[in-house]
């Protein structure tokens, strides 16, 4: 932490979560394998003719990648409980069989963002009625310690050649457009981002197979043989990769609050809008949530405050992590009353001398 000259009278309180509080669907359906297919080291390689026969698959979402979506998690190749995505970063969580697209607020995704066929194909499986609903903490540590609480969410499989299928998990409740036997065209519209299923945060999962087999759309691998692997194919067309894998790293959301009493309150509301007026004898806290950092990033917090003076707190990420939520509390001063006026939150990512993500927010005191 650094030392202010306005922080001995703060009570600072830096937070981070280790875990990912996301979760996934896996295919939710068995074919039979094909029996040209080749173990390798815990997978399949793929023959070139089957490769050959793979969908070039376009981004699976129309939203815009620079202000509401962007990937939470990759495919896992780490081996064992190891989680590693084709980059060898943490942006994956273990045995996740797929990528997963999220939108940054839970308000972008209640005011729709469509989920778009890939590739053209036939709709073979469909699925709707499963209420939107974010799994609890409780749920969460359920599902990451032993898969036992998977759910089942709204979904579309399509086939689009002979082995190659492509599956959209997580949808919205009552937003699927398609139905089963249905040819569908790249970019025709299947339903909406939602919250259904296992999961505590809005996202389409998207999962490509070859016949049962689960395949990393990035690598054209499904082997948990270590992130070192080369990519034998990427099944994305250039442009969907370049957009897949421009930001690695972001801030999902922050502000102002009266209400943050520990990190319990972040890890499952950050996404709700907060009031940014706040009463003179109210607790002060500012938090952000963000995504993607790395191990050695300096990760800040400040309140600047109406009197000048500026709260921080700052830390060394330690590890990398999926996501994370901090917070800063300023503490009712003797008087009972917070001072009059505006008070300013900043939030930075600092890798080496670049920052890499920042918010700015602001709340009033009347
Ligand atoms: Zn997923």
Redesign the pocket.
């Known amino acids: 932490m650094l030392s202010t000259p306005g922080e001995n009278r703060l009570s600072a309180q830096l937070v981070s979560l280790a875990k990912s509080v996301?979760?996934?669907?896996v295919a939710l359906f068995s074919l039979q394998s094909n029996p040209k297919a080749q173990a390798v080291g815990g997978g399949i390689e793929l023959t070139a003719e089957q490769l050959a026969e793979a969908p070039e698959f376009s981004v699976p979402v129309d939203c815009d990648f620079d202000t509401t979506c962007f990937v939470q998690?990759y495919f896992d190749h780490g081996p064992g409980s190891r989680t590693q995505d084709h980059f060898c970063s943490g942006l994956t969580y273990n045995n996740?069989r797929?990528?997963?697209i999220r939108t940054t607020t839970l308000e972008q995704m209640e005011q729709g963002v469509n989920v778009i066929a890939a590739a053209e194909g036939e709709v073979i499986i469909v699925r709707d009625g499963v209420t939107d609903r974010a799994l609890n903490q409780r749920e969460v540590n359920e599902f990451l310690t032993n898969s036992g609480l998977v759910l089942k969410s709204n979904q579309v499989v399509i086939r689009h050649s002979r082995n190659w299928y492509s599956l959209y998990?997580h949808l919205k409740k009552g937003t699927v457009a398609v139905k089963k036997g249905q040819r569908v065209r790249r970019g025709q519209p299947l339903g909406e981002i939602g919250l259904s299923g296992s999961t505590s945060f809005p996202?389409l999962?998207f999962g490509v197979m070859f016949n049962n087999r689960v395949i990393d759309p990035f690598t054209a691998r499904e082997d948990d043989a270590g992130c070192q692997q080369p990519a034998r194919q990427s099944l994305w067309t250039e442009a969907a990769e370049a957009i897949l894998t421009k930001r690695k790293v972001g801030i999902l959301n922050a502000g102002f609050s009266d209400r943050v009493e520990g990190i319990d309150d972040l890890k499952t509301k950050p996404l709700l809008s907060r009031s940014q007026t706040l009463t003179s004898t109210q607790q002060i806290t500012f938090w952000s949530g963000h995504w993607g950092t790395q191990k050695g990033d300096h990760i800040t917090l400040e309140i600047h405050q109406p009197d000048g003076q500026i709260a921080r707190v700052s830390s060394v990420a330690e590890e990398s992590r999926v996501n994370g939520y901090h917070f800063l509390t300023l503490p009712l001063p003797p008087s009972g009353q917070q001072a009059s006026g505006r008070y300013v939150g900043v939030f930075s990512i600092l890798r080496g001398k670049k920052v890499v993500a920042s918010i700015t927010r602001g709340a009033v005191v009347p």
């Open positions: 996301a979760l996934i669907t998690h996740h797929g990528i997963d998990g996202h999962h």
